[in-house]
């Protein structure tokens, strides 16, 4: 008989070919469509990095301007989601609630039986556009504050800040938020991509395949883990506490949240410009809570890079500085992986696109171990 090896999780199988999304784990580099992320992060913008997802090309600037007016023209929140988000807030974890409220926008849909790339990129407009406001709604909504209306002179993410907060953002802020959106928005074929795919290999629709990444991306192996990280930082308390705790966390064998990828065996390129940009943020506006938090972070990633960095080819990823970054532009940490969801829903919607050009169901083994061909007991004669 032939031998069966099994991956688990997967690992070092690949599933499809793409364009959209190269990670050299090896080397810590990633590429959108062949552009480097960091050139990406430093001179684009989260509407010209999803046109370059979705439309395979960077826009013009009229393809540009066009494409912002559709998202514009999507970002209010409709009826349903604000009661999905008044009756399960508080009695339901974040991810929860917006995972229900994505899932609730295919009633919205114009023509569900339009199964066409241009209604495809229709959907994932209202999707994007729509899931950042739900976002900000949800945010508002835990602070028993009012729902802040879109306002159409922002951008996607310096707007998404603003129905957050309710004030408009600075310039450096706006970078800020705007950053974490591009650096979220795509990232292969991860667990919650690769959920969005085997949902929409069964040709379900564009609502629920994305509905399954949501559901995916709340575990702290995924998305949870900037608020876990931020957590952990958290329960540090004082720098001087670094070392102990993650030594004694690390003797018992817990997981450091923010550390460790399944790809990269180097340093995460994302992880560094998140860095970079929150230590320039703190010079220029410093505050007390981020650095402490700061200096607790650079004190936990020296210690973990010289435990565990070259044995075990463990090294920061995004997650570890996303949370001081969010608190420094004043994000609660329960809205962390929302955001994630937020930002990343372009890149579920681009890699679905991309999926069914070429569609085949997913449809693994698994390799049967137990017995065969048991004897039926009748119920009461069991013991
Ligand atoms: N802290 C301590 N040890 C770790 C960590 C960590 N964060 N990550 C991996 N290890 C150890 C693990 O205990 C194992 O050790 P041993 O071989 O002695 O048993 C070894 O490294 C390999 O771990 P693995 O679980 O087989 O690796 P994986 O490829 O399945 O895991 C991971 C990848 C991301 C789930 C894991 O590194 C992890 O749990 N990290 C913490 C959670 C986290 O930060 N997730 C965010 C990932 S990046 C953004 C995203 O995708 O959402």
Redesign the pocket.
């Known amino acids: 008989s032939k031998e069966i090896t099994i991956s688990r999780?997967l690992e070092g199988i690949y599933i499809a070919e793409t364009t959209l999304c190269k990670i050299d784990g090896a080397n810590g580099r990633l590429w959108y469509r062949g552009y480097p992320i960091e050139v990406l992060a430093e001179n684009s913008n989260y509407e010209e990095v999803s046109y370059l997802l979705l439309f395979g090309k960077l826009p013009n600037r009229k393809e540009l301007s066009a494409f912002r007016e559709r998202l514009k023209a999507e970002r209010d929140v409709p009826p349903v989601v604000f009661d999905i988000v008044e009756e399960m807030s508080g009695r339901a974890h974040p991810m929860d609630v917006l995972r229900t409220c994505i899932s609730s926008l295919s009633i919205y849909d114009e023509d569900p039986e339009d199964k066409s790339q241009q209604a495809n990129i229709r959907r994932a407009i209202k999707l994007i556009a729509k899931t950042a406001s739900i976002v900000a709604y949800m945010g508002r909504y835990r602070q028993g504050k009012d729902y802040v209306p879109p306002d159409s002179s922002l951008d996607h993410s310096a707007n998404f800040l603003y129905m957050l907060t309710g004030k408009k953002p600075d310039e450096m802020a706006a970078k800020l938020i705007d950053l974490m959106f591009i650096l979220h928005a795509e990232h292969g074929s991860?667990a919650s991509t690769f959920s969005t795919l085997v949902t929409g290999s069964t040709l379900a629709d564009v609502y629920a395949a994305v509905t399954a990444g949501a559901a995916t991306l709340k575990g702290?192996?995924?998305?949870g883990?900037d608020e876990a990280a931020l957590r952990m930082m958290y329960s540090i308390g004082d720098p001087d506490n670094t070392e102990t705790y993650i030594e004694e966390a690390?003797e018992g064998k817990r997981?450091?949240?923010?550390?460790?990828?399944?790809v990269y065996k180097a340093y995460d390129p994302r992880a560094k410009i998140v860095r970079k940009y929150l230590e320039l943020y703190q010079e220029r506006n410093p505050s007390e809570e981020v650095s402490r938090l700061l200096q607790i972070a650079l004190r936990a990633e020296k210690l973990m890079l010289e435990k565990?960095s070259k044995t075990?080819g463990?090294w920061p990823?995004?997650?570890f500085f996303a949370g001081p970054l969010y608190r420094a532009i004043d994000v609660p940490a329960e809205l962390f992986t929302p955001i994630f969801a937020a930002s990343r829903m372009v890149g579920w919607c681009a890699h679905l696109f991309e999926y069914w050009q070429n569609n085949r169901l997913f449809r693994p083994l698994d390799n049967y171990v137990g017995e065969v061909d048991k004897k039926y007991v009748p119920i009461d004669q069991r013991e």
């Open positions: 999780g991860n702290p192996l995924h998305g883990a690390l997981r450091i949240m923010g550390f460790g990828h399944r565990l075990k463990i990823n995004i997650d």
